[in-house]
């Protein structure tokens, strides 16, 4: 193509995983919501843990005062609009040692009477849950904990060890950092509202990911909220749904390791391209390569190219269109030819604004030179997807087609004679 180039507590208990004093941890069986609701101990609303209330009246006399982490955590961005900016933070999917670091009154005779808590803020709803590690192979000095939460990236999480109360004793603030950590949220999020009222923002900048920037282009036209959490979702968790269409990038952990800011192959032609844009795109676009992995750069061509079987099948997924045709050529262009017959041109202008008025959206494939209104030969290649906005003014003439399109990031006019028009025209992908 062309390159101008949450789940719930429970969950989050059954996901944390370690070892204290060599025992290996299983899930926790107490979570509760600080926000309210009541307490669930041992899987039982409302039932008592004998155990426990026995440990708690055997309490040591010192108390937890302070832990700490045994691992370096990890840089990545502030999320401040700075762009610039890194703040130490831990990374989904990886473990942790925490250990406690000092008492009120000299170590515990037991050990064991160390117990350990997990309390994170939900990025999206600002509800605090607290999880409660009462198995005892959780209790110690020490505690491994594999973060592999989704509902948790993106978040304050705070890490507590207690001998009898967990909302005093030893704690210690962890960040989580967004799946891609590397690209500020802030940005981020105002480049998505953004696209609120000006959908056609969306630019593949420097990347062969056109066929992409017309789905995303389609979707947050036809329905903002959906691509609006499609986008925000996938920075924070990996994980993007929208429709019947899945992206997980557990299965493109390359680009995780994308930096916007240090790596000089991030598309940036003449500016960086949004961020907004290049993660979705990107996931997208590796996703739908079945031989070779897109890494989202600016030197990449044929790795992001999007065929017309691919695009109707991102229309179906992607924008939940029931009814979707293709009518493009791969190999001639449309009008070109001898046998096309010398208005079949003006035919497939007419019939895409035919489309266009009955609620189509249509999707056309072309060689870029056609926007520069420049001639091309037979077999020019293929390159380039845009979206058909329209004949200006509803009226086709016989010698000047002059419609709008979208394309890198704008609407643009397209004015050009029938023969620069069937030079570069493969056709179009059309569907509702």
Not at 252 to 274: A, D, F, G, R
Not at 318 to 333: G, I, P, Q, Y
Request: glycine letters at 8%.
């Amino acid at each position: 193509m062309a390159t101008k180039k949450k789940g719930n507590i429970q969950v989050f208990a059954k996901n944390i995983r370690g070892t204290a004093n060599g025992g290996i941890l299983e899930e926790s069986k107490y979570t509760r919501n600080i926000s309210g609701g009541r307490h669930v101990q041992n899987g039982l609303a409302g039932g008592v843990n004998n155990d426990v209330n026995k440990e708690r009246s055997l309490v040591e006399e010192t108390r937890v005062k302070n832990i700490e982490s045994l691992d370096k955590f990890e840089e990545g961005s502030a999320n401040d609009g700075s762009g610039i900016n890194k703040k130490e933070g831990i990374l989904y999917g990886k473990t942790y040692r925490f250990k406690v670091k000092e008492y009120t009154n000299g170590e515990p005779r037991n050990p064991n009477s160390i117990r350990w808590a997990i309390e994170y803020i939900d990025p999206e709803t600002g509800r605090k849950v607290e999880n409660i590690l009462t198995n005892k192979d959780y209790r110690g000095i020490e505690l491994n904990v594999n973060f592999t939460s989704h509902e948790c990236c993106g978040g304050n999480l705070e890490v507590r060890a207690y001998i009898e109360n967990p909302e005093i004793e030893g704690k210690l603030p962890v960040f989580m950092h967004n799946r891609f950590r590397w690209f500020d949220r802030k940005i981020l999020e105002n480049q998505v509202e953004q696209r609120r009222d000006k959908p056609y923002l969306a630019d593949q900048n420097d990347t062969p990911t056109c066929g992409m920037a017309a789905i995303l282009y389609i979707l947050a036209k036809k329905d903002f909220e959906k691509y609006k959490n499609f986008v925000l979702t996938l920075h924070r968790t990996g994980i993007g749904i929208c429709n019947n269409y899945k992206v997980d990038v557990d299965e493109s952990k390359h680009l995780l390791e994308m930096n916007p800011v240090t790596n000089t192959k991030y598309p940036s032609n003449p500016n960086k391209m949004p961020y907004a844009d290049w993660i979705p795109f990107s996931c997208m676009r590796d996703k739908e390569n079945e031989m070779k992995d897109f890494d989202g750069e600016n030197d990449e061509v044929f790795d992001g190219s999007t065929l017309p079987r691919e695009l109707s099948k991102l229309m179906s997924d992607v924008l939940n269109f029931t009814s979707v045709t293709d009518n493009t050529n791969v190999v001639f262009t449309k009008g070109a030819l001898p046998w096309d017959g010398e208005d079949s041109s003006s035919r497939e202008v007419a019939k895409m604004q035919e489309l266009y008025l009955d609620g189509y959206t249509v999707c056309m494939l072309i060689n870029a030179n056609m926007l520069s209104n420049k001639k091309s030969g037979v077999f020019t290649p293929i390159e380039h997807w845009i979206v058909f906005e329209g004949v200006i003014g509803g009226t086709i003439t016989p010698d000047v087609y002059d419609f709008e399109v979208f394309t890198w990031g704008e609407i643009r006019k397209v004015i050009i004679n029938p023969s620069v028009f069937s030079t570069n025209f493969y056709g179009y992908v059309y569907g509702k």
